[in-house]
């Protein structure tokens, strides 16, 4: 690993085109590709064989792991975890002979905390909300709750989980997380997280 003045640290195998802002603390593992206007923020690690870009945004902390390419179009916000291999797209119908311009791609949020299993495909044009949970495999083809477990081919709602990633059960609306102990009310289908008060 070479560190740069800056602040991260890239693998002597891996590219890094000009017009690219690197946060302090990343790391950047063998033969990835950053290319020209990325945007990767502190504390992020980038496993074997990435690629992010061009003009692609990744937030802080996040996890890439081996064989994962982050294509422009794509915004990974902080905390995200991508796992090995999993398959963004920005473009929902290609054609080889009929290139798309890069105004009509499809653009993918993926917010804070989220986490995206081995092997999972995100087709374009969705938004995976904070703190979900893709499982390994699944082919996500439309919109995930924030907090919602999905999995499958498609992929649909199986539960949800905490921002700890322990599964929450619901009991009359509400429930609290067993390890962590933030609660949760459950309403028209969505889940969000009560205000945590301060002690007195």
């Not at 992010?52 to 179009?73: F, H, K, L, M």
Request: neutral net charge.
């Amino acid at each position: 690993m070479t560190s740069h003045a800056t602040g991260y640290t890239v693998h002597e195998s891996a590219y890094i085109d000009e017009g690219v802002t690197i946060g302090d603390g990343t790391r950047i593992w063998h033969f990835s590709h950053i290319l020209a206007g990325s945007r990767i923020g502190r504390d992020c690690s980038l496993g074997q064989n990435v690629v992010v870009g061009p003009n692609a945004t990744v937030g802080d902390r996040v996890r890439i792991q081996n064989n994962v390419s982050v294509y422009e179009g794509v915004t990974l916000e902080d905390d995200v975890f991508c796992g090995p291999s999993c398959v963004f797209t920005n473009v929902d119908r290609p054609r080889a002979a009929f290139p798309t311009d890069r105004a009509r791609y499809a653009k993918t949020l993926v917010r804070r905390g989220a986490t995206i299993g081995a092997n999972a495909t995100v087709v374009c044009g969705h938004t995976l909300g904070a703190h979900s949970f893709v499982g390994a495999g699944s082919v996500v083809t439309r919109d995930v709750p924030d907090y919602a477990v999905v999995y499958g081919n498609p992929a649909t709602i199986r539960g949800w989980a905490c921002e700890c990633g322990t599964p929450l059960q619901f009991t009359d609306g509400g429930a609290s997380c067993e390890r962590c102990g933030r609660t949760y009310l459950q309403e028209d289908g969505k889940v969000r997280q009560e205000e945590r008060r301060s002690g007195m």
